[in-house]
């Protein structure tokens, strides 16, 4: 879907929402501005093929919102815990945290 052109508030619209399709995050997961990748790396959409792309970014603050989001695969979270920014380190490390205690949860409901 190409979304050059596009007015930027819509984009911003579009890619701050849950239910954004996740082939709109792809595409627009390399763009030259740093709010709209900041946004989709929040995004709980957004699949892993983007998250693994935005865990690379050069701006930490774009790698902070990857180890935010509840739905970053753990490999790429482990990655994570390597960066070179502390935050990005310490968020990965809450968001597995997280994952562990989540699924820990889900076992205990489910021997119910």
């Known amino acids: 879907m190409a979304l050059i052109g596009q ?3 819509v984009i911003m619209g ?3 929402n849950r239910n954004c399709p996740q082939d709109i995050l792809l595409d627009l997961s390399e763009h030259n501005d740093i709010d709209i990748r900041w946004n989709i790396a929040r ?6 093929e983007v998250l693994l792309i935005l865990s ?4 930490s603050e774009v790698r902070t919102n990857v180890a935010k989001n509840p739905n970053c695969p753990k490999d790429i979270l482990l990655t994570l815990l390597k960066d070179k920014r502390i ?3 310490t968020h990965a490390a809450e ?3 997280f994952l562990d ?3 820990k949860l889900d076992m205990k409901i489910n021997r119910k």
């Open 7 to 9: 007015d930027y508030t």
């Open 14 to 16: 579009l890619i701050k």
């Open 43 to 48: 995004n709980p959409n957004s699949p892993e």
């Open 56 to 59: 690379k970014d050069r701006h």
């Open 87 to 89: 935050y990005v380190k």
């Open 95 to 97: 968001t597995l945290q």
């Open 101 to 103: 205690l989540q699924s």
